[in-house]
């Protein structure tokens, strides 16, 4: 039985601290100057609870208030007010971040929730979304017109992290990474200038911004490509766990055999207490086409499920199809490994962590203990030339992702499930590294990443290029005030 190194972390803050005067003060200056567009809320408000409330419990902070900006002038306003008392502060978007204090704080919240136009212009087969969205809103809105976005595969997050972090989606195979469409950013800079930002106008910031988070100023909208968008065929199957053989040859083969473009596909190791005593497996399926081609899923289908959803549907519909809300209002950590291949011995050791953590942290409170393994071709970053966005930092060669998701319900646990987390990620990455992968400098993906990952193993040779960019665009450091992938 391994057992556990406690790795320290942020933790939520469990009982409201009294406002910070110099906080309280530089709420107080924000309410005078900006318009009537934005407002500013107080503990106690439905607005100020739903600004600080994050889709994880332990990503929440008691802040001192909140500002709803309705413009990016005031959230310039808002920027230079905060830069010039030093106070802390934090941006959220969809808040769907599980690392404590990288939307929360305890200064001044920014929430981005007036930030919610979706603009398809079809002369351009463009479309810009406002930061304040989930990806539930963005689809919505394309429906009508038939047209989609690489986006987000779960339909509750928020836009803005996955935008500006990289972006993986149902359509990478076919159109890369989210920032690899992107053509265009409206962004507030840390000196309370509204900037557009494209690669003809600015190409060093419009490289470090995507990727580089909240480094270089507050992004308020996004210009990306639009693609025709018809029916897809997939959705979820949930197979027990007495089926882990059949369930791996299926994946091996996958990997190895399939390279159409259109099909997508997640297999998740998965202990869910609500569901059953043991892991089971839950496979996600998508193919961008009413029907999928013979073959492709086939193995998977004939394996005898506990809950099958699958059909011909909407884009908008197989989103929606995920079980996105089981863990609300519940603590959550995510972490990440990346490989380049997933091997049977791989496998094998996913599945043992799923079953060896979900009896270890039983009695922490342990509600849900998953392994997300995702699969694109390794062609996926080719869609972007090199060089062209702060993540990832290298196209070389193809990653797999691997997200590690922990869920329970006490406070007490917080370091006990973290540690976990890091533990079982190093071990699957010794595993693959065993096998003979070379991942020593594989990059991770920061919106998987646990808090303490240094930066380094996110942006890699990305670094100098953003910190020049940073030193340019922020010299004062202003959002050094707020959390983050901190450069």
Known sequence: MRGLIVFSLFTVLAIAKPANASATNACNMIANAVSSASDVYW???IQYTNDVSHWANSSSAVSTCSVEPGTAEDIGVTLQILGSTNTSFAVKGGGHTTNAGFSSTAGVQIAMSRFSDV???GATQTVSYGMGLTWNDVYSALEPYSVNVVGG???DVGVAGVSLGGGYSWLTNQYGLVV???VGFEIVLPNGQVTNVTEANDPDLFFSVKGGYNNFGIVTQVTTRAYPQGQVWGGIVVIGGDQWDTINAATTKFQAEVTDPKAALQVIPAYDAALSETPVAFVLMFYDGPSTPAGIFDDYLAIPALNTDLSTRSFLSLVQSSPTHST???RVVFNTASVTTITTGLLDAIVNETQFWSQELSNQSATFISYVIEFYLPSLYQHAAANTSA???T???GLLLLELYYAWDLPGADAIMQAATVQSAAHLKAVATSEGQDISDAPLYGNYAIAGT????IFGDSLPRMRATKERVDPQNIMGLTGGWKI
């Open 43 to 45: 503990p106690g408000s």
């Open 119 to 121: 603009v398809y212009d």
């Open 153 to 155: 595969r779960v339909s």
């Open 180 to 182: 690899d469409n992107i």
């Open 328 to 330: 609300n209002s519940t």
């Open 391 to 393: 993540y990832p930092p």
């Open 395 to 397: 196209r070389a060669q």
């Open 454 to 457: 240094p930066v380094e193993q």
